[in-house]
């Protein structure tokens, strides 16, 4: 480790990001032991976005977590409390997970669902981008989140209820560069799901795009099952 990195963890060290107890950085996930044995993991492999299984455009979400507890409050804090860093140990979780239940190179692509340009430059940051980058890298498949886009700035979905938040998001993106999708399969990423609104949206307009197959990784999710 470089001068610079070592006194950077001295003035800003590394902090599991559940209880924010200081860590040694060269941990790949900023996760403490104590936390680790608390967290709600996901058993099933994957969910379905429609309330109908297998009616809807996204062909399955891998989850993490259960979106509660310690879980809940570390999202809050990453999506609204800037701390963004906090991307590498979901991201870490995330490609771990999926390269021990899924063949990688069956992918190809990850991409993000796109926030809209002012709420971007408001939070500074967009979450789901960070993550989907770093998966990117880590299981080294193409990131092509400008392929994706939002066009209105939508109200925010964790202030309504299930079938206004279908609503707040229909007709809120556009594939870019459909013929770049066009029969490829495909790894969207979000931070959260609750309904599933979203992602369904974003894989409706990709699907119409042509592309192929799409499976959508979250950090956490307050569904049931």
Do not use: W
């Not at 495909?186 to 592309?211: P, Y």
Request: net charge positive; hydrophobic share 40%; aromatic share 8%.
């Amino acid at each position: 480790m470089g001068f610079f990195n070592r006194l950077a963890n001295t003035v800003y060290p590394a902090k599991c990001i559940f209880c924010r107890q200081i860590m040694n950085d060269d941990a790949g996930l900023h996760i403490c032991s104590t936390c680790y044995e608390k967290l709600p993991f996901m058993t099933e492999a994957f969910l379905d976005t429609a309330q109908n299984k297998g009616t809807g455009y996204c062909d399955g979400v891998m989850s993490i977590f259960h979106y509660t507890g310690i879980v809940k409050e570390s999202l809050i804090r990453f999506k609204f409390q800037n701390k963004p860093g906090y991307y590498r140990t979901y991201a870490r979780l995330i490609a771990g997970r999926l390269a021990g239940m899924s063949d990688i190179t069956q992918y190809d692509m990850v991409l993000s669902v796109p926030l809209h340009r002012k709420r971007e430059l408001s939070r500074g940051y967009n979450q789901a981008l960070l993550i989907s980058r770093f998966i990117g890298r880590e299981l080294k498949i193409p990131e092509r989140s400008k392929f994706l886009k939002r066009l209105k700035q939508t109200e925010a979905q964790s202030l309504l209820d299930g079938q206004k938040r279908h609503e707040n998001v229909q007709g809120a993106f556009i594939v870019t560069a459909p013929e770049k999708v066009g029969g490829k399969s495909i790894l969207l990423v979000d931070d959260i799901m609750t309904t599933g609104s979203t992602l369904e949206e974003c894989s409706r307009v990709l699907k119409q795009a042509g592309a192929a197959k799409i499976i959508a990784l979250v950090v956490a999710t307050g569904r049931k099952q």
